[in-house]
Structure formats: structure tokens, C-alpha cells
């Protein structure tokens, strides 16, 4: 079972703002980098944010992440109909020796 | 361009063994900034790390412990590319597969393979 916990929906209007949040602990968030990716239906994750809050080349501005203590947050401006899709938060956990994913957010465009 | 390309059948019998490879382009399976991950998804477990290999100095593998105890990743540097083995498979093994670099700097899964659905049944 998923380690990190998000909300399992999020949604918002074309051009709104739309945070989702990512709980964890101390052993994996309150200690180590939180990464975001977004996946399409059918496809691989695609990395969003890596190290809390860096994009990679070609992620869109409108994406933007942060960390407070246990929890990270993933935000969208200006949403966009594309933005549509499934995000999940992810760490390393010391106490598992491990990797740990979020349990998911889908995203709705209304 | 790095590319990560999965081969292997997409359908196992229980209590047997899950093998499949992840052939790499436009990196090198011995590179000293990567680490080669096999990752899968299913809507019971989500998404779930299992294991990586990677190449510093000598050959390091770590598994996630939900199942250290069936599972090996392996390199062949002939090829290229990186192989996973879980043993003992039940139906609680079938997921969509994914092999995933974790490129130093990063320290994310920036690239990914297709992935391959694996059902686990008799």
C-alpha cells in the first residue's frame, strides 16, 4: 500500500489555480527530496518536479512545488484542460530503505 | 536520447517466475551518475518501488522489502541492460511493470519504459 497520502480528486476551472497536497512522516518526506509526476491514461509517469520544487527541461512554469515538515504540495496555475490527468508525490524513506509513491490525485477539468 | 525499451511475457503461471529485461539507448547500464529501478502499478498497490541496480566502483542491488525476499535485478553489461526476476508469483504480483533510470542530480525517475502488463493466472 501506498506510503504517502494525497486526496484522490482535485478539480478546478480553465484557467484556476489547483493544489494537491501529499502527506508523509519523518522517515521519508521530513527527510529526504519529494518528487511529482503526472501520468497520462495507459502511459509511464512522467517526471513533473524533482528536489521539492525544480522542473526539468520542457515542464511548463505552471507547475511549481513545495515542502513544509512532513508534507509537499503540488500546484497547477492557469489550468488547462491537458492538466487533466493522474499526479503522484514520491520519496525515499530511511526506514524503509526504499522508494515510497503517493496514493494518486486525479485532476478534473469543470 | 535515452530510451528504455521492456521485453518479456505478459502472462505467468502462480508460484512461478516473472522475468523481464529493459534494454537501454543512450546511456550505459555501468554509468557511475545512474541507477536502473523496475517500478509497477497496480489499482490494489499503487504505485511500487521494487528494486535497483547501479554501478559505483562495483555493483550495488537494493529491494524494496515487501519483497526482498523473491526478487533480483541484474545487469548484463553485454547487452546493455538491466533484468528482473520475482519468484514465487501469486495473483497479487499482477501489475503494469516499469523499468526506470535514476539519473544522479536528479535523483528522480526521468526516464521510463512502456511498460508491460504481467497477469498472473493459471
Known amino acids: 500500500q501506498p506510503v504517502l497520502t494525497q486526496p484522490p480528486s482535485a478539480s478546478g476551472t480553465p484557467g484556476q489555480r489547483v493544489t494537491i497536497s501529499c502527506s508523509g512522516s519523518r522517515s521519508n518526506i521530513g527527510s529526504n527530496y519529494v518528487y511529482w509526476y503526472q501520468q497520462l491514461p495507459g502511459t509511464a509517469p512522467k517526471l513533473l518536479i524533482y528536489?521539492?520544487?525544480q522542473r526539468p527541461s520542457g515542464v511548463p512554469d505552471r507547475f511549481s512545488g513545495s515542502k513544509s515538515g512532513t508534507s509537499a504540495s503540488l500546484a497547477i496555475s492557469g489550468l488547462r484542460s491537458e492538466d487533466e490527468v493522474d499526479y503522484y508525490c514520491?520519496?525515499?524513506?530511511?526506514?524503509?530503505?526504499?522508494?515510497?509513491f503517493g496514493t494518486g490525485t486525479e485532476v478534473t477539468v469543470l | 536520447q535515452v530510451q528504455l525499451q521492456q521485453s518479456g511475457p505478459g502472462l505467468v503461471k502462480p508460484s512461478q517466475t516473472l522475468s523481464l529485461t529493459c534494454a537501454i539507448s543512450g546511456d550505459s547500464v555501468s554509468s557511475n551518475s545512474a541507477s536502473w529501478n523496475w517500478i509497477r502499478q497496480s489499482p490494489s498497490r499503487g504505485l511500487e518501488w521494487l528494486g535497483r541496480?547501479?554501478?559505483?566502483?562495483?555493483?550495488?542491488?537494493e529491494y524494496a522489502v515487501s519483497v526482498k525476499s523473491r526478487i533480483i535485478i541484474n545487469p548484463d553489461t553485454s547487452k546493455n541492460q538491466f533484468s528482473l526476476q520475482l519468484n514465487s508469483v501469486t495473483p497479487e504480483d499482477t501489475a503494469v511493470y516499469y523499468c526506470a533510470r535514476d539519473l544522479d542530480g536528479l535523483d528522480a525517475f526521468d526516464i521510463w519504459g512502456q511498460g508491460t502488463m504481467v497477469t498472473v493466472s493459471s
Open positions: 514520491a520519496s525515499w524513506d530511511d526506514s524503509l530503505s526504499g522508494y515510497v
Open positions: 528536489r521539492n520544487n
Open positions: 541496480t547501479y554501478y559505483r566502483s562495483k555493483w550495488y542491488n
